[in-house]
């Protein structure tokens, strides 16, 4: 299960979910700049989908799965606001959501988007 906090997602995405009847998945798309980001949640199995899209180019010039992701934060520091996703298997146990993400993902919406590996 993934931990998050959807106040998070609102928050650095700006953009209300496209939700599943049964809240399944939550389905963000943000659009910036001839790009579009989308993001979709699988929040019970953990899976996340994150896709780039390019105006006026079918297939996403960027796509990447975390299969079982231990969890999701908002975090602030010097270079901006952004959403850290967990690689799966970093953690020796369940996230807690409190805890530094060493390995993962990081997006950010503002000034642009942009998605980094660290």
């Known amino acids: 299960m993934l931990v998050w906090d959807e106040t998070d997602f609102l928050t650095v995405l700006e953009v209300i979910p496209e939700i599943e009847k049964d809240a399944i ?3 963000y798309s943000v659009k910036k700049d001839g790009l579009e980001l989308r993001i979709l949640l699988y929040q019970y199995d953990g899976d996340v ?3 780039l899209f390019r105006e006026g180019v079918e297939k996403p010039i ?3 799965k975390i299969m079982d992701c231990p969890g999701a934060i908002r975090k602030v520091d010097t270079t901006g ?3 850290e996703f967990a690689e799966s298997k ?3 146990s369940r996230y807690d959501g409190n805890s530094s993400i060493p390995y993962g993902v990081r ?3 503002k000034p642009s ?3 980094t590996l660290f």
């Open 113 to 115: 988007i942009s998605v």
């Open 25 to 27: 998945w939550h389905k």
């Open 90 to 92: 970093c953690f020796g």
């Open 49 to 51: 989908q994150i896709e």
């Open 81 to 83: 606001e952004y959403l």
């Open 107 to 109: 997006i950010y919406t």
């Open 62 to 64: 960027y796509t990447m």
